[in-house]
């Protein structure tokens, strides 16, 4: 397992006014410039401003999510994806300590922890999250306001953001503040769900903006000034499954209540189908060690600031 990094090795700004924040080991933080204060409690600093948004997520499914992902074939699989292309993409990855932008439940987290990845800390805009994830894992935790940039500083040795962006609603301008506060030749790993003609109102229950093109996913990436060492698909056999369901969906109909039902049943484990899908899913994995799949219905990227000369 990674060592644990302590909070004041992570650069963090005021969420009011985004001055440079110092803070003891405990207890409450204040800003020296604008003397905004922030509670810390049960291990959470909460970094929030108060600010009002459009819901990025549904926080209700936590609880569900916590009992599910560590089976899930979905989970598994895309945890051991974003393993492999981290240790295949980052030379130096056991020094780039990671920290997670809209870590949810903590579970990707604690698996990356106890792959040897080094984690440096996290953030959720969901207090139920947060507390769920903080069971797993021991890490510094910050609860952050939704809709605004996390209250990170510059100096950051890697960012992951995992199913988050499509969550966003100015995704590029998160791009570009990410490459702003990544330290030169930091690294930014991240997971979208893939292929525009998927969406449906599932994905508008789970509060996604967008499903993303290959192509356009690098195109953000390298407009924010990142260079892109690793982009693919996967989940490769989930695509006609997927297409048939959005097409059955279509027709079918019968409201939000249906919808809702189709997406708790997508969490839903299986036994026999999930241990079928998380076969068969991870043997994409050795393709992936030697070329990009060429659709699926995520895709992981992996993409770098450019280091000073």
Known sequence: MAERRSIASIPLVCPSCRASLTYPQAGDVECGHCRARFAQKDGILRLVSGANATPGFDPHYFPLLSQVE???????????????????????????PLFDIGCGSGGLLAFLS???????????????????????IDLPFFLVDEGRLPPLGPGQPMIGMFDVLEHIDDDQGTLDWVASVLEPGGALVLTVPAHPFLFDETDEIAHHRRRYRRRELREKLEKAGLQTQLISHFMATLVPMLVVLRWLGRRLRGGRQAVMERRSAELSIVPVLNDLLRTILRLERYWLRMLPLPFGSSLVAIATRPAER
């Open 114 to 136: 106890e792959a040897g990845v080094p984690v440096a800390g996290a953030c959720d805009a969901y207090l139920e999250g947060l507390q769920l994830a903080r069971e797993r």
């Open 70 to 96: 560590k089976e899930h074939f979905w989970f598994v699989v895309r945890r051991e994806v974003i393993l492999d292309a981290l240790t295949r993409t980052v030379p130096d990855l056991r020094s780039r």
